[in-house]
Antibody, heavy 119, light 110 residues
Framework: EVYLMESGGAVVQPGGSLRLSCAASGFTFGDYTMHWVRQRPGKGLEWVSLINWNGDDRFYADSVKGRFTISRDDSRSSVYLQMNGLRTEDTAFYYC????????????WGQGTLVTVSS | NFMLTQPHSVSASPGRTVVISCTDNTGTIAKNYVQWYQQRPGSAPTSVIYKNKERPSGIPDRFSGSFDRSSNSASLTISELKTEDEADYYCQSYDKGDWVFGGGTKLTVL
């Protein structure tokens, strides 16, 4: 069974940094693109970033470009999101999601981790 | 960038059928697949339709997806509504490095 578990969410001040982790199991992690998707409280889903299967391609939403960095460690079956220069509008639940392949969306999601940016 | 537009809310009684639309006025989704996700309160999203009309394993055939090229619109149809179907539903598509979600539709099963 596929399982994704995020961790690292916390309360942080504006301008601060945070690193989110997502541990995966139940599939051959190194074969798949992985994504981060966020959801501000009471709002809709927003795609944040992806890293392809071998780490060569990384894409970001315009709202986080230059501030967030995605990475992966296949030896740990984990994907990470380094978030710098955090803003109040980055407050959200952050979900990691497994790519289904061939631009057909996300087939598995974690339960999410909450990031709160507040002074 | 393209946008996907969904109705804010829909409602129907148990046993009835509801259709949720997802419209793109740029024609982008005519070139790419549309997916649908269900998000129950307090839970993570789960996939209910991918590649416009395919159901993941475990999703009942009460859920179906379609795409109408003439209107650049995708639809999620849920028949024989159950109270457990009450949730937010999001459509999603992709174009040129941009993964886009619709704003979500709140389904109330009265």
């Amino acid at each position: 069974e596929v399982y994704l578990m995020e961790s690292g969410g916390a309360v942080v001040q504006p301008g601060g940094s945070l690193r989110l982790s997502c541990a995966a199991s139940g599939f051959t992690f190194g074969d798949y693109t992985m994504h981060w998707v966020r959801q501000r409280p009471g709002k809709g889903l927003e795609w944040v970033s992806l890293i392809n299967w071998n780490g060569d391609d990384r894409f970001y939403a315009d709202s986080v470009k230059g501030r967030f960095t995605i990475s992966r460690d296949d030896s740990r079956s984990s994907v990470y999101l380094q978030m710098n220069g955090l803003r109040t509008e980055d407050t959200a639940f952050y979900y990691c999601a497994k790519d289904k392949g061939r631009y057909t969306g996300f087939d598995y999601w974690g339960q999410g981790t909450l990031v709160t940016v507040s002074s | 960038n393209f946008m996907l537009t969904q109705p804010h809310s829909v409602s129907a009684s148990p046993g009835r059928t509801v259709v949720i639309s997802c419209t793109d006025n740029t024609g982008t989704i005519a070139k790419n697949y549309v997916q649908w996700y269900q998000q129950r309160p307090g839970s993570a999203p789960t996939s209910v339709i991918y590649k416009n009309k395919e159901r993941p394993s475990g999703i009942p055939d009460r859920f179906s997806g379609s795409f109408d090229r003439s209107s650049n619109s995708a639809s999620l149809t849920i028949s024989e509504l159950k109270t457990e179907d009450e949730a937010d539903y999001y459509c999603q598509s992709y174009d040129k490095g941009d993964w886009v979600f619709g704003g979500g539709t709140k389904l109330t099963v009265l």
